[in-house]
């Protein structure tokens, strides 16, 4: 199996088959991952840079951990601790880990778009580990796995996205690939955190929690990205937790087996109460251990490698 596409940077570089088949091969991934001995020679001789501008806890070392456990030589630049810091462009460091021989290069940048800039100047795949307000396609990509393993099939599921969806960049990826896959998605967030052609998503919008929420099959938090806020677009994180955060009474309103999910860091007390984060409906750290497994297997259909399981 393979990408078709050079370079993952929106999900629907991929097709609907490639997404499929990039499951089921995680489904493999998750077996090797609860072995004693998790390593695979897949990507043995492959060299993949984990390039970093934002900070990050999951994405990257779950990057780090699928190329090691597959194999693969990893590197992680950090823009802070690296020449970046000394004005070096994106387009010179690129062409430096061009050199030293990436085959894949991970990227995460605060701005939207960034990645293109980097496709464009390297022969290694690109993939895009989040870039500004745009997109996080490996995020969707194993959200929507947790979301299948739990129920089977998308299509036709009552998925509620709510919070900050002007900021975030997994609702772009997540709303592009639960519709593709026939979910029924709807978003929620005060009208000042919604983006500005919210009509063109091909989603239900509305500013009212308890409409989102009512039959829900997944709710998916979103973290207010306190770091991206211009000020004024929501009154207090006070408000705005009584209005849009989710709590043990709101989440009655959703289906008695909804998924609640939350894709991390988690501001606890402000979208989503501890006890609803902790509660059995709850797959966050289950979105985690995917998240390791759906990287493996984006990493052997980008890479090249073949699944040797018995190794
Ligand atoms: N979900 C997510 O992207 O988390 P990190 O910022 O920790 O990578």
Not at 38 to 52: C, M, Q
Not at 233 to 251: A, C, T, V
Not at 264 to 269: D, F, K, S, T, Y
Request: with cysteine; glycine share 8%; hydrophobic share 40%.
């Amino acid at each position: 199996m393979g990408i078709n596409s050079k370079d993952l940077i929106s999900l629907s570089d991929l097709s609907i088959q490639e997404i499929h088949e990039i499951f089921t091969n995680a489904k493999s991934m998750k077996e090797i991952i609860n072995r004693e001995i998790k390593k695979v020679p897949t990507l043995r001789g492959k060299a993949i840079i984990n390039l970093f501008y934002e900070n990050s806890t999951r994405t990257r070392s779950s990057f780090e951990l699928a190329g090691k456990y597959m194999g693969a030589d990893v590197i992680n630049i950090s823009a802070s601790s690296s020449s970046v810091a000394k004005g070096e462009s994106l387009r010179d460091t690129a062409k430096t880990i061009e050199s030293m021989g990436a085959d894949v290069v991970v990227m995460r940048h605060p701005a939207s778009g960034a990645h293109h800039i980097l496709a464009q100047a390297v022969k290694a795949r690109v993939i895009n580990a989040g870039d500004g307000t745009h997109e996080h396609p490996t995020q969707a990509l194993l959200d929507i796995f947790t979301i299948l393993e739990h129920k089977g099939t998308i299509r036709g599921k009552k998925v509620a996205i709510i919070g900050d969806i002007l900021h975030s960049r997994v609702a772009r990826s997540n709303i592009w690939g639960l519709n593709a896959l026939g979910a029924d998605v709807w978003i929620c967030g005060p009208p000042t955190l919604m983006p500005s052609q919210v009509d063109k998503l091909g989603v239900n919008v509305t500013w009212d929690i308890q409409k989102a929420l009512k039959d829900a099959d997944v709710v998916m938090m979103l973290r207010i990205q306190l770091e991206r806020q211009k000020s004024g677009l929501f009154p207090s994180i006070r408000e705005y937790s009584k209005l849009f955060g989710l709590n043990k009474n709101k989440l009655k309103l959703a289906k008695e087996d909804a998924l609640v999910m939350h894709p991390g860091p988690m501001n606890r007390g402000v979208e989503i109460t501890a006890d609803v984060a902790e509660s059995y409906q709850s797959v966050i750290e289950e979105q985690v251990t995917n998240g390791v497994a759906i990287r493996m297997a984006l990493l052997y259909a980008m890479g090249g490698g073949k699944i040797n399981a018995s190794a």
